[in-house]
């Protein structure tokens, strides 16, 4: 069974940079044909894709949110990252991690980021 968990800090400063890690169990990242997704969930507002790696490394952005994200991943430690470049109260969100197949089947359970000074 694939478990993902994500970690990093609840707290960020405005203009600072959003760190995520997601930790994947029950599989390898590098498995072909998944994709693995950071989703952020604002409060009161609907789920909202921010981009993915593929299994080859390969990455994907949302165009409104490509000029401040970079996904990356540790294929030694099973990790991938999620950056989120001068953050501000706007990027307070729930944030996932979640792995694509055919559909997003499965999910961390998010962590909650503020942004706030």
């Known amino acids: 069974q694939v478990q993902l968990q994500e970690s990093g800090p609840g707290l960020v400063k405005p203009s600072q940079t959003l760190s995520l890690t997601c930790t994947v169990s029950?599989?390898?990242?590098?498995?072909?044909?998944?994709?693995w997704s950071w989703i952020r969930q604002p409060p009161g507002k609907g789920l909202e894709w921010m981009g993915a790696i593929a299994y080859s490394g390969s990455t994907y952005y949302s165009p409104s949110l490509k000029s401040r994200t970079s996904i990356s991943r540790d294929t030694s430690k099973n990790q991938f990252t999620l950056q989120l470049s001068s953050v501000t109260p706007e990027d307070t969100a729930v944030y996932y991690c979640?792995?694509?197949?055919?559909?997003?089947?499965?999910w961390g359970q998010g962590t909650q980021v503020t942004v706030s000074s």
């Open positions: 979640a792995r694509r197949g055919s559909s997003f089947e499965h």
């Open positions: 029950g599989g390898s990242i590098t498995t072909n044909y998944y994709y």
